[in-house]
């Protein structure tokens, strides 16, 4: 028999109150059919290591699966009326949305590609537009376009935000709603054939629970293998560098060049980074900075695409983890086929802050109602990995 006590019992145990396991307290606990108890157990309460406090705040609806963008426009209009959500008595939270747009730039290769993501995204109703050269010279006169053929701009419902302020939203409301958080670590889960029991915690408790959701981030496999489930995540590494440019970049969107790079305005100054290739992409939770790649490959990109970056400096830097999905770089979510009280929350490969708030709405009526109320978000399930039918992203940034 195991020496831990069996403490208490909860209809929801949530592992990981990141900024999706705190959606998911969140929905869960505001939902008036859901009458049960929730813990969400965090193991870094000051969020110092989790993906969501090292994020860039990146919100877009430019992506090329129906559901990706079905979500992230369920995100904006959530972000847009954040205080009615999560506002706690006369306190409301400001998530500093910056509406700005992301701007993805195409050279003749991947115009095709661009043009067919814009016109789904339009389809879906999403408010984007495509920009001719000529557009893209007038709107942002410091932008290098001749190796380009146009790119794509998000007109409203795209920007970024403070990470930090939407996850602590998210927590404050869901404690205030009845979730109770725990500072402690899931050790062990026990499972007796298809069902889970109870987690194990660092601490020495045990606690029952009715539905466990893993929602740890790039520790999701971890979770999983505690039940003998084999999860296609794989942390990996993802710098941010900070830079400081003499000269403003008037109107400057979230740039997604076709290299891969990315940047844009924080504050006076500016972010940037680049997902490397994929054979230098090794599985890692590894989070030293490496200068170099700023000087050698990011200012070289950065200079070339506005002059302005030339006379830029590098001030601050840090690393994070994206939780991948090697399948196919999309979210994993929905109950185990084999573990059915197990919901996933993984997975989501540099886009889960922003899709947050749709899969705290989707998983709260999964573990609700049984099933997707809002939004389908069935293919997107586990099932697909078995079935060999990935659901390919092609916008991942
Ligand atoms: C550099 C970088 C830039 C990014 N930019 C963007 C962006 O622009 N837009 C966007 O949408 N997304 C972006 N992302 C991705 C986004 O940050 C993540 O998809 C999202 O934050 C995932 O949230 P999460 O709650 O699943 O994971 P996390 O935020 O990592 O939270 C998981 C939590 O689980 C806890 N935990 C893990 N194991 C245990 C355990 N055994 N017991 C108890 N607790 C445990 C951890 O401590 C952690 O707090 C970026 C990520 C990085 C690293």
């Known amino acids: 028999m195991s020496p831990q006590q069996m403490c208490e019992s909860f209809d929801v145990v949530i592992v990981g109150g ?7 307290a969140y929905f869960l606990t505001a939902s008036s059919d859901f009458t049960g108890r929730v813990l969400v157990v965090e193991k870094d309460p000051r969020y110092v290591a989790c993906s969501t406090t090292l994020s860039v705040g ?3 609806q430019q992506f090329s699966t129906a559901e990706n963008i079905r979500m992230s426009m369920f995100s904006a209009e959530f972000l847009r009326n954040v205080d009615e959500h999560l506002g706690v008595d006369d306190h409301g939270v400001d998530v500093s949305f910056v509406e700005a747009g992301y701007l993805f730039l195409a050279t003749e ?17 999403a408010d984007v537009a495509l920009l001719s050269l000529k557009q893209l010279t007038h709107r942002f006169p410091w932008l290098h376009v001749d190796d380009l053929a146009g790119g ?3 007109l409203s419902g795209e920007g970024w935000i403070d990470p930090h302020a939407l996850l602590h939203g998210f927590r404050r409301k869901a404690e205030q709603l009845g979730a109770k958080y725990v500072h402690d670590e899931v050790i062990g889960i026990d499972r007796a054939a298809s069902k889970i029991n109870s987690v194990r915690l660092a601490g020495g408790q045990r606690v029952a629970c009715h539905a466990l959701v893993n929602a740890a981030g790039p520790h999701a496999t971890e979770i999983a293998s505690m039940v003998g489930v084999d999860l296609p995540v794989r942390p990996r590494k993802r710098q941010v560098f900070v830079i400081a440019c003499r000269e403003p970049l008037p109107h400057c969107p979230m740039v997604i060049d076709p290299t891969g790079l ?3 305005p924080e504050g006076e100054h500016y972010v940037c980074g680049i997902a490397p290739p994929t054979d230098e992409d090794p599985d890692t939770l590894d989070d030293t900075v490496d200068t170099d790649l700023f000087e050698q490959r990011l200012w070289p990109m950065l200079a070339h695409r506005a002059e302005a970056f030339a006379s830029s400096r590098c001030i601050n830097a840090w690393a994070g983890h994206y939780a991948v999905n090697t399948f196919d770089q999309n979210a994993i979510l929905g109950f185990h086929p084999d573990v059915e009280n197990l919901a996933l929350a993984n997975g989501f490969s540099g886009h889960g802050l922003q899709q947050s708030p749709a899969v705290g709405r989707a998983i709260s009526e999964l573990i609700t109602f049984g099933e997707y109320r809002s939004l389908d978000l069935s293919r997107l399930s586990f099932d697909r990995f078995a079935r060999n039918r990935p659901i390919r992203e092609r916008n991942v940034v």
């Not at 991947?110 to 109703?125: A, I, V």
Request: charged share 20%; glycine share 18%.
């Open 18 to 24: 990141g900024v999706i396991g705190s959606s998911i």
């Open 262 to 264: 990315y940047f844009r």
């Open 152 to 154: 794509s701009l998000g």
């Open 58 to 60: 990146g919100i877009r």
């Open 109 to 125: 290769k991947g115009w095709s590609t661009l043009q067919s993501n814009h016109r789904r995204q339009r389809d879906l109703g």
